[in-house]
């Protein structure tokens, strides 16, 4: 039997919504490549962790952030063969984003590092593990609990979509 061996990612993320739709982003890369996930990502060498998600939401949405919150971290645990690593740990943290500018772009500029082909509103309805990041499917579960819950979850069938 061989062991499991970790690659270990950290990431800011956003909460964006409307009524009963949750602004997503489409996936170009990683063990999340072809689903929605949410828009956000690494921070950059020396960056505060408030700017980050900032940053990426612009980056990825065209969006400019001018109010959010920190509601919590989760780690997610799955399944993801990646260079010489077998599993992998994302730790997220989760911000709501009260308040933005800007119109959604359905395209965004790519350049290295850009893992996002553009963002877009889905309903929340139509968002499942089969098309969706774990990130995803946590902002999903906070709009329809009301509560966030930093309970860690691990997906030991995670499925990557190539």
């Known amino acids: 039997m061989s062991s499991k061996t970790f690659h270990f990612a950290f990431g800011s993320y956003g909460i964006i919504h ?7 982003i489409k996936k170009n890369g990683g063990p999340y ?33 001018t109010d959010s919150h920190q509601l919590g971290t989760v780690s997610f645990i799955f399944p993801w063969k990646y260079q010489r690593y077998t599993w992998n740990e994302h730790i997220c943290v989760f911000n709501l984003i009260e308040e933005y500018q800007g119109e ?35 902002a999903k579960e906070y709009l329809l609990m009301g509560k966030f819950e930093t309970k860690d979850t691990e997906y030991p069938d995670w499925q990557v979509l190539l």
Not at 41 to 50: D, V
């Open 104 to 138: 959604v772009k359905a395209t965004v500029t790519q350049f290295i590092g850009q893992d996002s082909l553009g963002a877009v509103w889905v309903p929340l309805s139509e968002l499942s593990i089969s098309n969706s990041s774990p990130l995803v499917l946590k």
């Open 18 to 24: 409307e009524s009963e739709k949750l602004l997503v």
């Open 33 to 65: 490549i072809n689903r929605y996930d949410l828009p956000g990502g690494s921070m950059n060498e020396g960056e505060p962790l408030e700017n980050t998600v900032i940053r990426e939401i612009a980056e990825e949405t065209g969006l400019r952030v």
